[in-house]
């Protein structure tokens, strides 16, 4: 404090607005860095994780629609309704192997990588079954329906309990990142409120300073100035 009385005027005005410069740049700086990281996890919110359980959630559908498919089939009397269904298995085939590259390029957590390995498995297991299932009942073979409603039921239901672990772990993600977004919206908020709260406090400062080093000199030389004028010869 002592080194800066001792400053001129000049110095002391460019010391003060130096400081507040300083302290406004550093606000600006730390509001960007928070804006971003804000930025940073709406996006892995809205591209990663709602995108995820958007895609699982057609899979389980696709998985559905496919078995209850199969079950048409396997229940038809004729050549031209087995081949109306066996287009439909195709056709949901199709779409869940769409649907598996698109989900693929969102995996992003070694569990959800766990839980896709143990799926991709048991949909492998599941087509060649459905395959099995569907030769005998283009052959209007009784076994069909027993063996859709035997193995082919277990791995549809650890199919189905799969694709629900992945839409937990997708919607589990997805909270975290929004609770994510809002601390660091806060976080920025606290932030900014105390770099205001201290540019406020400095310019108070400055201001008491300034008119100290300023305002008092040039009240002593306007009083001086006029005993001067009123004769007084004692001034210094």
Do not use: C
């Not at 569907?134 to 209007?140: A, G, P, Q, V, W």
């Not at 027993?146 to 937990?168: H, P, W, Y």
């Amino acid at each position: 404090m002592k080194a800066f009385t001792n400053l001129n005027i000049g110095k002391k005005l460019a010391v003060a607005f130096a400081a507040v410069l300083a302290l406004v740049l550093a606000l600006g700086a730390a509001a960007i860095y928070e804006v971003g990281a804000i930025g940073r996890k709406t996006d892995d919110l809205a591209e990663n994780w709602l995108p995820s359980v958007n895609a699982v959630r057609t899979l389980q559908y696709q998985q559905a629609a496919q078995r209850t498919a199969m079950y048409m089939h396997v229940l038809s009397t004729n050549e031209a309704e087995m081949k109306e269904f066996e287009g439909r298995v195709q056709e949901l085939r199709r779409g869940k192997e769409a649907s598996r590259a698109t989900y693929e390029k969102l995996i992003s957590s070694p569990e959800e990588t766990e839980l896709y390995r143990k799926f991709s498995e048991l949909s492998s297991r599941y087509d060649v079954e459905m395959d099995a299932v569907m030769e005998l009942s283009r052959r209007h073979d009784q076994a069909a329906a027993a063996r859709i409603n035997g193995e082919a039921r277990k791995m549809n239901r650890a199919l189905s309990d799969t694709l629900e672990e992945l839409v937990a772990v997708n919607t589990k993600g997805s909270r975290e990142a929004a609770a994510a977004a809002d601390a660091t919206q806060t976080e920025a908020r606290v932030l900014v409120s105390v770099a205001l709260a201290l540019a406020v406090l400095l310019l108070a400062v400055a201001g008491v300073v300034l008119r100290g080093a300023i305002a008092t000199p040039i009240v002593g030389m306007t009083a001086a100035m006029k005993r001067l004028a009123e004769g007084d010869k004692s001034v210094e």
